[in-house]
């Protein structure tokens, strides 16, 4: 596209968001700079890097001649307009409404549980060790992707992918999750629809080509 800006991607090597934004940049045949932002050395909450997210979460991704965007999935709908092919949402309003659904459930209501900041806090203040954080993280991921499942299993419109035969914004949030769960080695068990799923987007270039041990800075 003669009028697709040129794109900076603030990011970290292995987070699930950063993921999502790699996976559909790679779908639409796009790219961006990466600007590592080290999670681990507190770099989000620097004063140069909240004048770009006061929220201190990444990625953020900013077009050339225009303010940062952040929130992985309203960045991710932005790059379906800026480049409609391959669709990340089905053509029908109940399709594209299932699509966020599902990916409302692992983006919204399963990652924000297991964030840095929520460890930060449960550590500091919560009293927390790290026995218990990783109790923490088995149970909200764990929750998490059996209510995935039992849609995913009992829905006609699931195919190949979490909606048809060609990967959604629903596929990036559900390989999102399972990516970080593998980077903290965390089981991922009796979700046989998911791992069907997962396996099928491992198989696909795009989603490969984003695994965070692929990444500036995952470690060798």
Known sequence: ?????????????????????????????????????????????????????????????????????????????????????????????????????IAGMLASDTHPLVTPRVKKYLTTVGGFDDAAFRAWQVQWFGTGLSAVEQRLAAEPATGRFCHGDEPTMADICLASIVAVMRVFKLPVVGVPTVDRIVAACEAHEAFARAAPHLQAGAPV
């Open 1 to 101: 596209m003669a009028d697709t800006p040129t794109f900076e991607l603030f990011a970290f090597w292995r987070t699930s968001a950063t993921y999502r934004v790699r996976v559909a940049l790679n779908l639409k045949g796009l790219s961006a700079k990466e600007t590592t932002v080290n999670l681990d050395a507190g770099e989000q909450r620097s004063e140069a890097f909240l004048k770009i997210n006061p929220l201190g979460a990444i990625p953020a991704l900013r077009p050339d001649g225009h303010p940062p965007l952040t929130q992985s999935l309203a960045i991710l709908e932005f790059l379906d307009e800026l480049q409609p092919e391959p669709p990340l949402l089905p053509r029908d309003l109940y399709g594209r409404a299932r699509v966020r659904s």
